[in-house]
């Protein structure tokens, strides 16, 4: 992890709800993993002191380029969207455990919303290592999906399913999750964004013995786990843990979360 | 040469400088220069292990922040054997901040710290508004607050110091009874209780419902309580709520204080602290005072 300055070379909307943000980190001297995340100062307004944990959208460690994809959700956020082509901004990272990759087999990523940012990353990673890469995209409106294109052109295949057309049931994306199990040679299954779809990945990945990962979300103060504000439980063999999502996690193998 | 060095009861700190606790890891030594501290002070510690308060644990608030992390902790055993060895190469002293449910508790662990040769000073934090309902502390009795001094006393000769709740409505009252109990000094103060209510969904912001508020929003109500503090004690004050850079130290070293505690900034720049110490310098050379103990208490009220 370091602490370190970033020159922003854009910021744009890339729908009603959400924002990408382009920064040059050339200071970073270290690799970045997908699943990993940055803690990020929104800015100098006095009124929002607290760093934002941003998850990482895409890192291109050729050109230091990296990116996020972000919620406009509150004030922090909020702040960030006002921020130009120039700007410098704090940023500390990387943080946290990554996604890890099976050794073969194609890979089933299921993400609900801004979880898809991170899991943009892995389905990246996966693709350049000339992994299979089935995606299934579940938001509110047809509007809410992201980066379905961009996925597309990684060489992902994308299934975008939403709740105004009545397709993001849990029960018709475990239909289609069972019928690419069974006919695409799945090995690992991802998800990020919703707890419904992370219980079912959970039961998916027990069921037919898959990998399975999580990537987790929580409010955090300090980011490097001095603080212990993200705490989560997760279950370890027959035991209940108590663990901080900032450095134990916020990755975690999908058969040690604890879901209501 | 600036002497930036105090005293707290027996123990000479290099400068003002330290942690307030429960903001300060060893996750921060590859961003910050430990050895550039004037003490290091751990996340309070308790008797046995402690699982901590419901999540979200922390939101954020105008200028500040609110916690109800609720001291999740390994026990002193861990910390004994894992978190006071992590220390030991580094020149700072380490002041052991110390948590207990109940007087007997805290005498415990201050008999079991006060044969840590690794511990210089004891913290006894009688003021964490997230253990009990409605933020109930044992320093908001000055009874209490004298009795449990008084007991933790009998048991070690290392200099205590209680770091008192600023949900009171006299803090001298409970100063005094700190000083009259044997407190060597006085951390000013834990964080204030404070609630925040999420309009969208009607929840609070915080699962425990309630919690601590800390950051730049307090600062002034710190420095008053400091001030308030010293003119009824002799003890030397340790400022702490809201610093986020030099010359909010300074201002608390003028309220009376004669240390300060930084927290809140360590979460927007974990090396807060060492830019505070360079700050606290640059102030001290670009008024020719060579001795930062001159300024103790100086606000000019004439």
Known sequence: MKLFDARLIDNHPVSRRYWQMTLDVSALDRPVQPGQFFQIRCSDNWKNPLRRPLSVYNYDHESRCLEFLYLVKGNGTQQMTLMRKGDTLSLLGPLGHGFTLPDQGALLLIARGVGVATLHALARQARSENMEVHVIMSARTPGDLLTVDTLSRLGATVYSVTDQEGTSSVESVRALSEKLICEEGISAVYTCGSSRLSKLVQELAETYHLKGELATEAHMACGIGDCYACACTIRKGNQLKTVRVCTEGPVFPISQAVLQ | ?302
């Open chain 2, 1 to 302: 040469m600036t002497d930036l060095s105090v005293r707290i009861g027996s123990l000479t700190l290099k400068n003002p400088v330290m942690p307030a606790s429960g903001t300060f890891g060893p996750e921060l030594a590859p961003l910050l220069d430990i050895n550039q501290l004037g003490a290091i002070v751990p996340k309070s510690i308790t008797l046995s292990a402690r699982g901590g308060n419901q999540t979200p644990r922390v939101c954020e608030t105008d200028g500040g922040m609110l916690n109800s992390i609720g001291i999740q902790s390994k026990g002193i055993e861990h910390y004994i054997t894992h978190i006071l060895p992590f220390y030991q190469d580094y020149e700072p002293p380490l002041i052991a901040s110390i948590s207990g449910e109940s007087i007997e508790e805290f005498e415990l662990l201050a008999m079991r710290l006060d044969k840590q040769p690794g511990v210089t000073a004891l913290e006894l934090n009688i003021s964490c508004p997230n253990l009990r309902d409605n933020g109930q502390a044992f320093g908001m009795s000055a009874e209490t607050t004298d009795e449990l001094l008084r007991t933790v006393r009998k048991v070690t000769g290392k200099p205590l110091i209680a770091k008192l709740t600023p949900n009171v409505t006299r803090i001298q009252d409970i100063a005094e009874a700190a000083e009259r109990g044997g407190a060597d000094a006085l951390t000013v103060a834990n964080t204030f209780l404070a609630m925040a209510i999420d309009t969208e969904t009607r929840k609070p912001r915080i699962g425990n419902i309630m919690g601590g508020l800390s950051g730049a929003a307090v600062k002034p109500l710190i420095v008053r309580l400091i001030y308030q503090a010293h003119q009824a004690t002799d003890l030397p004050i340790i400022g702490s709520g809201g610093i986020m850079n030099g010359q909010d130290a300074i201002e608390m070293i003028l309220a009376g204080a004669t240390a300060v505690q930084i927290g809140t900034a360590t979460f927007v720049q974990p090396n807060a602290m060492n830019i505070i110490t360079d700050e606290i310098t640059d102030y001290l050379e670009r008024h020719h005072i060579d001795k930062i103990t001159d300024l103790i208490g100086q606000v000019d009220v004439s």
